[in-house]
């Protein structure tokens, strides 16, 4: 099966920081990877699929970037509402599942 | 803009057994793959299991394999998750949502329902 790893699990930053966000699987995934926002009390949203297409309606300071084993989502300005949780996500392999990443919470310093 | 609504989710004990729903609305949900994610509140998100456009295909996670079956009815819209011999450690809120094309992720998801198996 595929482990998802992220990095950081945790960040504070301000608004307009540019944030990074890493995310590794145990083995290559090719472009299979999707990222995710989550807030409180809230369903996951769709930020980014095949690693780095923008899904409709996400605004654009999201970028994914990545292939393979390592992945990357920037949010180039910190915007108030950005300010949530972010997942990782292979889609590369169905047996085991389409595993997620551990997350990690990006916060106001 | 799609919707995923879930109901079913209760108070179980260990070892019973209980039916998840998923009704969809606005978008053509016999063409879509379809997906049960489940998250312990307070922690990450879990993969449970999918099952492709035509109900012929299905997968598990190796957590529920064996006890869990996905299925769903295209006239109906709905998607369905049975839980058989439930386990404290299957407590959870339970998503279903709708893939985005077969590897593309899931753009379409519902607001939860949630399962407690406690005694």
């Known amino acids: 099966d595929i482990q998802m790893t992220q990095s950081p699990s945790s960040l504070s930053a301000s608004v307009g920081d540019r944030v990074t966000i890493t995310c590794r699987a145990s083995q290559s995934i090719s472009s299979y990877l999707n990222w995710y926002q989550q807030k409180p009390g809230k369903a996951p949203k769709l930020l980014i699929y095949a690693a780095s297409s923008l899904q409709s309606g996400v605004p654009s300071r999201f970028r994914g970037s990545g292939s393979g084993t390592d992945f990357t989502l920037t949010i180039s300005s910190l915007q108030p509402e950005d300010f949530a949780t972010y997942y990782c996500?292979?889609?590369?392999?169905?047996?085991?599942?389409?595993?997620f990443g551990p997350g990690t919470k990006v916060d106001i310093k | 803009e799609g919707q995923l609504v879930e109901s079913g989710g209760i108070v179980v004990q260990p070892g019973g057994s209980l039916r998840l729903s998923c009704e969809a609305s606005?978008?053509?949900?016999?063409?879509?793959?379809m997906h049960w994610v489940r998250q312990v509140p307070g922690k990450g998100l879990e993969w449970v299991s999918l099952i492709s456009w035509d109900g012929g295909t299905t997968y598990y996670a190796d957590s529920v394999k064996g006890r869990f079956t996905i299925s769903r009815d295209n006239s109906k819209n709905s998607l369905y998750l049975q839980m058989n011999s439930l386990r404290t450690e299957d407590t959870a809120l339970y998503y279903c949502?709708?893939?985005?094309?077969?590897?593309?992720?899931?753009?379409?998801w519902g607001q939860g329902t949630m399962v407690t198996v406690s005694s």
């Open positions: 996500q292979q889609t590369y392999s169905t047996p085991g599942g389409f595993t």
């Open positions: 949502a709708k893939g985005n094309g077969a590897y593309n992720g899931f753009d379409i």
């Open positions: 606005g978008f053509s949900f016999d063409d879509f793959t």
